[in-house]
């Protein structure tokens, strides 16, 4: 079973950037695909962004295309979520996801304007 553990979130300005990162736990970590979603208060989890198993494809929510890049290590067990030019509306707990429902804590993302 994979087990997830993000880091990487904090406060910062309008503009500014953040790298999250979502290690896992389990030999099989590299035959997945991976997500990133965010849930800002009152609203509903949401899709942010996908990677493929090798890295090869990757999808992205309209509302991040152009300013989020997602990126893994499959020998280190992580993946990545680099954010540029943050917006007030991206701030949200960001959460990493792998099939079969697995989801980490969460790590918080404040966007200051």
């Known amino acids: 079973q994979v087990q997830l553990v993000e880091s990487g979130g904090g406060l910062v300005q309008a503009g500014g950037s953040l790298r999250l990162s979502c290690a896992a736990s389990g030999r099989t970590f590299s035959r997945y695909d991976m997500d990133w979603y965010r849930q800002a208060p009152g609203k509903e989890r949401e899709f942010v962004a996908a990677?493929?198993?090798?890295?090869?494809?990757?999808d992205y929510a309209d509302s991040v295309k152009g300013r989020f890049t997602i990126s893994r290590d499959n020998a280190k067990n992580t993946v990545y979520l680099q954010m540029t030019s943050l917006k007030p509306e991206d701030t949200a707990i960001y959460y990493c996801?792998?099939?079969?429902?697995?989801w980490g804590q969460g790590t918080q993302v404040t966007v200051s304007s």
């Open positions: 990677i493929s198993w090798s890295g090869g494809s990757t």
């Open positions: 996801h792998a099939p079969g429902d697995r």
